[in-house]
């Protein structure tokens, strides 16, 4: 892992975990060495001095991610809400309020490498997965498409208009972003599918929409879309 990529995969650690994002405090010693301190859950962590702030930041990045990934290892892998101690329980609630909580599926198998996966009803209708979209859209860039393995880096959540044989929505959160799939209605339906959540995603606030596929036809007239 290269040193610029400690501050990035402490906060997509806390972000799969649920809790707050990292705190970082700074100062600089009379012989001009900058220190840096970070606080994740409550807990500070202190990194090597360096005569650059950033690299000292990142430091104590290591240094955090280095000791909450031993303490992920003693842990079991999963906990309900009726096992969990008062600062896992809050980890649980903050996760119900952003959106994404693990009930079906949580695989996290090391630091920065993991995902929330949850399932609704194929049905816009569903208030659950409604409230779900509501948390996650706000200001956000999205790509909508008809591929499985499109994937860009610079947009937040990508949706995908696909076969699934459960005929569920997944809407997963990783540290590369959020990805939905959608059940694909068939060939002659993508169109109008592709216009139903364009439409979903402008209404709940989204940034821009933008759909990748040019054959697709766009009926929606939109400033957000592309």
């Not at 090597?48 to 430091?59: G, H």
């Not at 997965?129 to 008809?146: C, E, M, P, Q, S």
Request: with cysteine; charged share 25%.
């Amino acid at each position: 892992m290269s040193l610029e990529n400690w501050k990035n995969q402490l906060q997509n650690w806390c972000q799969l975990n649920g809790i707050d994002l990292p705190v970082y405090t700074n100062f600089r010693d009379c012989q001009k060495w900058w220190h840096s301190m970070v606080t994740v859950n409550g807990i500070k962590y202190e990194g090597e001095r360096n005569m650059k702030k950033v690299l000292a930041d990142m430091s104590a990045a290591r240094k955090a991610l280095d000791a909450l990934e031993q303490s992920d290892e003693k842990e079991p892998e999963t906990k309900d809400a009726a096992h969990a101690t008062p600062t896992e329980l809050k980890a649980i609630i903050d996760r119900i309020s952003a959106g994404f909580f693990p009930q079906q599926e949580r695989k996290v198998s090391r630091i920065g490498v993991g995902s929330i996966v949850r399932r609704f009803e194929n049905n816009l209708c569903n208030e659950e997965f409604i409230d779900h979209l509501r948390h996650i859209v706000r200001g956000k860039k999205i790509d909508i498409t008809n591929t499985r393995s499109y994937q860009n880096p610079d947009v937040s959540i990508t949706l995908h208009i696909i076969d699934r044989p459960d005929n569920k929505i997944l809407s997963t959160l990783s540290n590369t972003g959020i990805k939905i799939e959608v059940p694909s209605l068939g060939q002659n339906m993508l169109n109008y599918q592709v216009n139903i959540w364009l439409t979903a995603m402008m209404e709940l606030g989204a940034e821009m929409v933008s759909v990748i596929d040019p054959n697709l036809e766009i009926r929606v007239p939109s400033r957000h879309a592309i």
